[in-house]
DNA sequence: TCTTCAATACCATTTTCGTGGTAATAAATT
DNA sequence: AATTTATTACCACGAAAATGGTATTGAAGA
């Protein structure tokens, strides 16, 4: 089994006494090193690039997830594992678009939490039931009671818009007037109360 | 443990059978019924309304997709399990828009599935670390080069521009001329190589 | 030092969009 | 039978956006 190489980033030394144990005793991963700040781990991590970083969310003044948001963009190919007391919604969501790869809870059981670091090393995106259900939820569309007020020619009509197509783009794609086209837009824009295209299709988006 | 009902959607013959057998011979899962067609579930499935649908995606003429995207709306409390043979990508994607709740592979051991089964049940989204990787990968905003080539001052505009404000009310946000941002926008779209609002939007959101 | 780039600002022109009115037809609903 | 809704179409006006040119300042780089 190769060896899988981790760094910690936590500011709370009995927490990282015992991630580092966790580690160092086990086979298959080699501890190369701890940092206690995120603005220490964005100065070592580069320089040690471990495989894995387990990454407490909050640290001192600069958060892990801001950690995170300045090395990931130069160094895609170290995997980050958040760890944190509680799931936080907006946390989630915040650190796996920041470029965290898993997302556990410092909860979890010395065994399960290797597993998690191998999983991540192995392509995976380690995350407990509840954390994987409202990643896949945010996947819904959210069609709210607005945009189910549209007829199907004006649902059909915005999807154009949200392309980016111009109006007579959209009369030659649909074979009508731009008149009409027109038309359908307004109307889209009254059911939406927006005024503009970019509102309109921020709804169609869910945003 | 409670009982989990369960219903299968499957066109083919010997592999229904054998989903059938897994579920029929396993202590705390009860097997309503099975369909072979998507028609066929659209009108069965909300009568029988098992917890759980294991939904095949490729099957007759309406596939399993189409399928989840016309019962989940209607009924959000029952869960479904996309089964595919190969992890298609934009399969995926598709699925859990359309409101799908777990992905796994038909060759996944019967232990596994039921496993996979119960999980979905108990409010978890089953699927492998491969998928899983995919739709947490999707979660990172793809900065692409041409993102990247733009100036501070430009991103900050395009953030308004995303938000639907018009010129003259991102001016006043910034305390800058509208003809600046105007000129802003003119070299955002240059490098964005694109010639209106709303797809230069679509590249910020990664479209 | 010279050059390039980012940010600012102003101008002119054309195209597209947003607002709102009228109206015909067919389909669905009351 | 009467009414509403969806779709189509045309018109007119003003607002906003898109194209492209000029120009100044300061900072960063060659």
Chains 1, 2 share one sequence.
């Not at 111009?166 to 009508?176: C, F, G, P, S």
């Amino acid at each position: 089994m190769e060896q899988i190489t981790v760094c910690i980033v936590e500011d709370n030394y009995d927490i990282l006494q015992a991630l580092e144990q966790i580690i160092m005793m086990s086979d298959g991963y080699k501890l190369l090193g701890s940092f206690t700040s995120a603005e220490d781990a964005i100065v070592g991590l580069p320089i040690l690039h471990p495989n894995v970083v387990l990454m407490d969310i909050n640290l001192g003044k600069m958060n892990g997830i801001e950690c995170v948001k300045a090395i990931k963009p130069l160094h895609p190919e170290i995997l980050f594992m958040m760890c944190t007391v509680y799931e936080e919604d907006e946390k989630i969501f915040e650190a796996l678009a920041a470029g965290a790869n898993g997302y556990i809870l410092k909860k979890t059981a010395p065994a399960k939490m290797l597993e998690a670091i191998r999983e991540l090393y192995e392509g995976g995106a380690p995350m407990s039931s509840q954390i994987a259900r409202k990643v896949v939820n945010a996947f819904q569309k959210p069609h709210s009671a607005q945009i189910d007020s549209l007829s199907n020619r004006e649902a059909e009509i915005l999807e154009y818009l949200a392309k980016g197509l111009l109006y007579k783009e959209i009369a030659a794609h649909l074979n009508i007037a731009q008149e009409t086209v027109r038309k359908h837009v307004y109307h889209i824009y009254e059911k939406l109360h927006v005024n503009n295209r970019v509102e309109a299709v921020n709804k169609y988006f869910g945003r």
